[in-house]
């Protein structure tokens, strides 16, 4: 870590270690869900510059979605402003 600023890998290994959801609007996250299967539970915000209103709304709305998702050993939800994705890939 170098000061305010965390490394992705070390918040990916933090992540899994602890079976947490990383949740970002860092492209780089989901490169590295699909290349080196980390993080195992990722939620890739594409929305842009959105109200948080707009975004909590987007997240209660989806609420059941990721609290089920959440359960699961790998997945990445991505949410966009019209839509959700989920993969849920075979990785073992």
């Known amino acids: 870590m170098k000061g305010s600023y965390t490394e992705d890998n ?9 079976q947490s ?8 996250f989901r490169d590295s869900f699909f290349l080196n299967k980390t993080p195992k539970k990722l939620i890739k915000i594409n929305l842009g510059n959105v109200s948080n209103d707009t975004l909590l ?3 209660s709305d989806n609420l059941q979605t990721i609290l089920n998702l ?14 959700i994705t989920i993969t849920e890939p075979g990785l073992h």
């Open 70 to 83: 959440s359960k699961k050993e790998y997945f990445l939800l991505e949410i966009d402003i019209d839509r």
């Open 21 to 28: 959801v990383v949740i970002t609007k860092d492209a780089d």
């Open 10 to 18: 070390d918040i990916c290994l933090y992540a899994d270690s602890n």
């Open 57 to 59: 709304k987007i997240f």
